[in-house]
């Protein structure tokens, strides 16, 4: 296995590019946003039942775009696509960190036209870096190219989350303030917008790719429907309850367990470090199972991660928890790109991956805002057990996928399909 990852060091230079920029990416979204913006908004006075609200549109609007961002990047380019996804994402942080300039009454409308904003920008960089990898990295290369990537996000995520568990303290000693006030939160976060146009500029330098050339040629097959649906319900079902933890795990550390900033820091970066070793087995864990296998095996570890979560209640079997269920990710987000690309013929991997995107948003959504709602009235343990349910069903649904005559699907997916 460790031999093995001696590809990684002939990865080119595009490959290369777009892992550090998903380092950095990595870096201001899961460390210093993840840590910190829903703290932010709790300190500028809005709900928890606001904040779900507010994630779920953010990720909604990810899922209608997906499609039309994969059709641009199809029509302009891949890397043309990424580069507006991350100016976007950029733009939209920035305008949020700008609020407490505007009366108050108009804080609520700002924020969401900001964070609406960067989640376009998120639709165009996501979908569109999934098929830039396949194309830049050799065949050989690729589950190890997603695994790398995997690896890149989970520790710079941990740097990320050390770094946004100091920052405020700091600053709100500089201020004479404490950390019930939102500006030492705000300084923080103004991190991210820098993080994202240093991503911009090291993608600028990569070659500018088109879709595929079975893409451009168009051999006039039709959209495999069944399979593609089948990809966004498996998706949709795992992702639900990481995007739980995901929009919900620093408030309950805050609000439910009574821990300081600095520690919040610590738990959610130091548990993005688990997630790094495992992605350093993915390629070897796959090659063993299969991404079929393995999709079916992380629902089971999602779902008892997170009742574990519920069941629990204390410090240690919160960090325990959260660290199993970001390590998921790194397994199953290589097998999930993986299994979207090859699912379908290769003029239908843009598509393929707009699904994908469009099954981790709805997942994120859909917790999130009925999360919110969820938390206020019957609390998080409930609220961890029913996302434990969605992670099982994946693995049931994967279950009847895998079952024999699974060639029949695939068959009919052509035969029913449309132009």
């Not at 979204?29 to 993840?34: Q, R, S």
């Not at 505007?102 to 960067?118: D, F, Q, R, T």
């Not at 065949?139 to 996000?153: E, G, P, T, V």
């Not at 451009?216 to 795992?238: C, D, H, N």
């Amino acid at each position: 296995m460790i031999a093995n990852w001696s590809i990684v060091r002939e990865f080119n230079g595009d490959v290369k590019r777009l892992l550090g920029a998903w380092g950095l990416l990595s870096f201001g979204y899961f460390g210093i946003l993840g840590v910190l913006f829903n703290l932010y908004l709790l300190r500028l006075g809005f709900s928890i039942e606001y904040i779900g609200i507010l994630i779920a549109g953010g990720q909604l609007l990810w899922a209608v775009t997906a499609i039309p961002a994969g059709a641009v990047g199809r029509r302009l380019g891949l890397r043309a696509a990424i580069l507006a996804g991350y100016a976007l994402n950029g733009v939209g942080i920035s305008l949020i960190l700008l609020v407490e300039l505007l009366p108050e009454p108009a804080w609520s409308a700002w924020i969401i036209v900001g964070w609406l904003l960067s989640w376009v920008g998120a639709a165009f960089s996501t979908v569109n870096s999934t098929p830039y990898m396949m194309q830049s990295a050799r065949q050989s290369q690729q589950r190890y190219a997603f695994a790398a990537q995997s690896a890149i996000i989970a520790v710079m995520a941990f740097m990320g989350g050390i770094v946004a568990g100091i920052v405020p303290g700091l600053s709100a000693t500089m201020l004479g303030t404490t950390l019930d006030d939102p500006a030492p939160y705000r300084i923080a976060l103004w991190i991210a917008p820098l993080i994202y146009l240093s991503a911009f500029i090291l993608m600028a330098g990569a070659s500018s790719l088109g879709p595929a050339i079975e893409e451009r040629k168009g051999s006039g097959s039709k959209a495999p429907l069944a399979l593609l649906l089948l990809l966004g319900l498996v998706v949709f079902l795992q992702t639900a309850g990481v995007g739980a933890v995901r929009a919900f795990f620093n408030i309950y550390l805050d609000s439910g367990l009574n821990i300081e900033i600095s520690q919040i820091g610590l738990i959610m970066g130091g548990g993005q470090l688990l997630p790094a070793f495992v992605a350093l087995a993915t390629p070897f864990l796959i090659g063993r199972w299969g991404t079929e296998r393995t999709l079916a095996i992380i629902g089971l570890w999602l779902g008892a991660a997170l009742i574990i979560l519920g069941a629990g209640a204390t410090l240690l079997v919160a960090a325990f928890s959260f660290a199993a269920i970001v390590s998921t990710s790194a397994i199953g987000g290589t097998a999930r790109n993986l299994f979207s690309q090859e699912l379908v013929p290769s003029e239908w991997r843009t598509y393929s991956s707009a699904i994908l995107i469009v099954g981790t948003a709805l997942g994120w959504a859909v917790t999130a805002g009925v999360g919110g709602y969820l938390v206020e009235t019957v609390g998080f343990r409930i609220f961890f057990f029913l996302c434990a349910l969605l992670a099982l069903l994946s693995t049931f649904v994967m279950l009847l996928y895998m079952r024999p005559g699974r060639d029949r699907l695939q068959a009919a997916a052509h035969e029913t399909s449309v132009d």
